[in-house]
Structure formats: C-alpha cells, structure tokens
C-alpha cells in the first residue's frame, strides 16, 4: 500500500523525523487559506502516487497569494504519467543548502533491512546508483538489534555527509528506520532529505509502502490508502472482504486460492487470453461470496467472457454452484461463462448447473479445455453446447 507524499511525511513527524508544516487541500481556495496559516513562501505539490513530480510540473514554489493562485489552479487536475492530481499538499518553503538520499527497505535475497545513503540526493539517485555507485552506501541491519545511532553515523560518515551535520542524519536515518520496523513498511525513502542553511536535516519528500498484510497490526493506518484514486472495483471487492487485482485484459477470472487463481493467468494467456482481473473466492467460499465475486468481475465492463476455477476441497462444488445461480437470479450476465467444478462435490455441482439451465454457462473438465474455451468465446467464436 503506497502512501502519499503527505502521509508519509505524517508518519516521519510521529516518529521524530523533522518535516515542514503543511496542509493537504482540495481547491484553490483551500490552498489560499492553508497558506495564510502556514506562511508563505510555500511549495504547492501535487500527490499522486508517482515520483519525478517536480520535472513533470507539479512542485512549485509560490512567494503570494497570485502566484500560489496560479500553481494551485494549473496543478490541480494536471495529469502526471496517467496520475490525475485531485489533492495538493501546501507546506511552509525549506531553504536548501544540500540535498541528500536516505532510504530504508527489505533486501529479500539477504533477509535483512537495508539502509541506503548517498549525498547525491534530489531528483535522480537511479542517475546516481548507476554512473558513480561508490557514492551510494549501502549496509545491511541486524533485525533484532535494529539500526543503532552509532551504526548510522558510520553510514553516513562514509556516505561523506558534512561534518557538522553528522549527528543530524545518524538521529534521521534512526527515525527513518523506525518507521520502516515500527509501521510495518517495506520501503521508507526521503528524497531529498535536506540540510538548511542553518544546518538543521530535514525530510522534504517521503515515499512510504506499508504492507496491506500487516494493516491489521495498525488500525490508525487503515485511513491511509489512497481511496481518491483507488480503483472502484477494487474498493468494492476490500470493503466486501475479496481479493481482487484489476488487469487489463478481457477474460475475469475467478477461483478459490492464490495458487489456483496464478496458475488460471497462465493457463489463459498460455491459450493465447488476456485475463481482466486476478480474484480470489478464498477457501469455504459460500454462495453469498461467489454470487459477490460474479457481481465484481462484471462490473468490470471490458469483461467479454468469464472463467470459473474452483477445486474443491474446503470450498464444496454444490455451493459454487448455488452460488452462480444466485447471482444469475439477481442479475443476467451478457457474457459466456465457462465453470470448471473438481474436487469435493463436483458431480453434485455439476448437476445443479445442468438442471438450472442457466444460459449462455458451459461447463469443462480440466483447466486447459476451460481456458481454451474461454479464449475462444471471448473472442466470439463458439465451443459447442452449453451445460
Ligand atoms: P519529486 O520530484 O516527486 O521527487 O518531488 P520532491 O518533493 O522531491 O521535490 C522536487 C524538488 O523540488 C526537490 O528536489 C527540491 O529541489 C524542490 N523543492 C521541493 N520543496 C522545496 C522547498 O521547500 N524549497 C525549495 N527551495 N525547493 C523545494
Ligand atoms: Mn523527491
């Protein structure tokens, strides 16, 4: 779950990590009345989830009321690689003397948390990893010491921070990597984080991912998530308790676990299909929850034809089954349906298919025929009799 800008810099103020006041606003209006608090000269920066804002057009600093009037305004629905700007973060302008990089993140190969620093900081580290990697340091942290102010201050002594300034990032690099243990992150990143002419450290961006499967473990997270901009089919299926991921092709795909659903991608594309979204029923999937499941994946309306894979086990065939046809009574789906029944309760599930005489429902065996014929009606070539 990504965060935006603000959000995370909310996060870096409740664990000690210096960042500028601000206010997040919606209009223009609100961007004149948050900088009347706040004091000008202010940065207007649009949030979205995506970075090289400032190169795209959406960091400004206003020093007035005109001129923040005039970047609110062509802020403000400005459209950054495919991210629409519906909110603006206002905060009291930082004086830079150096522009720094720290990050802390989890290095799966070595299963450690690593800390990365570099005095290379602002708008291009990835420029700066690649032509002179020696400026990047990079140290792994033991998980159960977490990262000690004396290890920090090794890290940025060898970064080359300035001397003076030496206590300063070892206090930001322990907060950062507080966050990043504490919040359950996988990623913490400023960048820039700042040193001020009167020689204060300061973060002035923040990039923060939280695990969603960790949310559980944070309650006063749960409001984070980016609903402005989430898919509304995906908001749909996480307040209904459903995992579903929206892909972009035009087969909707349902089964009944993770492992199950990845392998019907496969299978699908292997067949030459492009499957529209990735959901999971789960394991006991009841009649409600399937007839739910139907519902989302033809929300979806670049949905042209939709595959069921369900192998029974906890999750009986008769109640998928029951499920389908509840859906069918509540709404009448115009695309084909393909269901493939194995496992528990397969013939029983079967049978009722057969006997409701749903329309347009074919059934199949093995997974390889479902998904041919699933590819095939999607793109409006028939496969003999329905079920
Ligand atoms: P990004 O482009 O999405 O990474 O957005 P940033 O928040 O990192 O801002 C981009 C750049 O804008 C920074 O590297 C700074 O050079 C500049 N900038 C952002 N805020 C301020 C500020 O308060 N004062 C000054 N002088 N420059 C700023
Ligand atoms: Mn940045």
Redesign the pocket.
């Known amino acids: 779950m990504d965060l935006l ?1 603000y959000q995370g810099k909310q996060l870096f103020a409740r664990h000690g990590l210096k960042v ?1 006041a601000g206010q997040a606003v919606g209009s223009v209006e609100e961007a004149l009345g948050a900088a009347a608090q706040i004091g000008y000269p202010v ?1 207007v ?1 649009a949030q979205v989830l995506t ?5 795209a057009g ?2 400004k ?1 206003a020093g007035d009321e005109a001129e923040l009037r005039e970047h609110a305004h062509n802020i403000l629905g400005m459209d950054i690689r495919g991210h629409v700007v519906h909110t603006l973060w206002i ?1 009291h ?4 003397a150096a ?1 720094y990089y720290a990050a802390v993140l989890l290095d799966r190969p070595a299963k450690r948390p690593l800390v990365i620093f570099s005095v290379e900081g ?2 291009d580290i990835e420029q700066v990893a690649k032509a002179s990697p020696e400026k990047v340091v990079r140290r792994h942290v033991d998980p159960l010491q977490g990262l000690s102010h004396e290890q920090a201050l090794v890290i940025a002594r060898e970064g080359g921070a300035d001397a003076d300034v030496l206590d300063g990032i070892a206090d930001a690099l322990v907060a950062l990597y507080e966050v990043w243990a504490q919040e359950d992150a996988t990623l913490a990143e400023i ?2 984080l700042i040193v001020t002419p009167q020689r204060e450290v300061q973060a ?2 923040a990039k923060v991912s939280l695990d969603g499967n960790a949310l559980f473990r944070h309650p006063e997270n749960e409001g984070l998530s980016d609903v402005e901009n989430e898919d509304p089919i995906e908001r749909r299926a996480r307040e209904q308790g459903v995992q579903y991921v929206k892909l972009d092709g035009d087969i909707g795909i349902l089964g009944n676990g993770a492992g199950l659903v990845m392998s019907t991608l496969d299978v699908v594309a292997q067949a030459g299909g492009s499957p529209a979204n990735f959901l999971d029923a789960g394991g006991g999937s009841d009649a409600q929850k399937i007839s739910q499941a139907v519902q989302l994946i033809l929300a979806n309306e670049a949905v042209k034809a939709v595959l069921f894979n369900i192998f029974g086990g906890i999750t009986r065939c008769d109640e998928v089954a029951r499920g389908l046809i509840a859906a069918f009574e509540q709404i009448t789906p115009n695309v084909p349906f393909v269901v493939r029944l194995d496992g528990t309760n397969d013939v029983e599930g079967r049978r009722l298919l057969q006997e409701a005489e749903l329309p347009n429902v074919y059934t199949a065996k093995t997974m390889n025929e479902a998904a041919e014929n699933v590819v095939a009606l999607a793109s409006g070539r028939g496969v003999g009799a329905p079920a």
């Open positions: 800008e500028s940065v920066k970075g090289g804002r400032g190169k959406g960091v600093l905060e302008a930082s004086d830079i522009e602002g708008v960048n820039p002035l961006d």
